[in-house]
């Protein structure tokens, strides 16, 4: 069983900056792909941000690519979320999410329905 647990959201003026911390309960996270997804009011789940067992690999949403990057450093079983250029649309609860190893692949994964394991989730409040 893999426990996330997500750190870092808050409240924060249209235009600023947050950075979102997922550490995971187990050492063999290293080996699992992961993701950032999010839920506005009234809108459903979607996914933000993505990337692969090694960190190799990343997937950004249209909405927040050149704004969002997702890193991870395996060494701290930890993903990170650096958001900049916030906007109020950007108003969410923001999920972690980990995929358990599956054969050879690799890369990185788009639906929640892949994903194995969830955070309980962190507000991000973007003020206009």
């Known amino acids: 069983q893999v426990q996330l647990v997500e750190s870092g959201g808050g409240l924060v003026q249209a235009g600023g900056s947050l950075r979102l911390s997922c550490a995971a309960s187990?050492?063999?996270?290293?080996?699992?792909?992961m993701g950032w997804f999010r839920r506005a009011p009234g809108k459903e789940r979607e996914l933000v941000a993505a990337v692969s067992r090694s960190g190799t690999s990343t997937y950004y949403a249209d909405s927040v690519k050149g704004r969002f990057t997702i890193s991870r450093d395996n060494a701290l079983n930890t993903v990170y979320l650096q958001m900049n250029s916030l906007k109020p649309e950007d108003t969410a609860v923001y999920y972690c999410a980990a995929r358990a190893p599956s054969g050879y692949y690799s890369g990185t994964y788009s639906s929640q329905n892949e994903y194995n394991y969830w955070g309980q989730g962190t507000q991000v409040t973007v003020s206009s």
């Open positions: 187990t050492l063999t996270r290293s080996n699992y792909a």
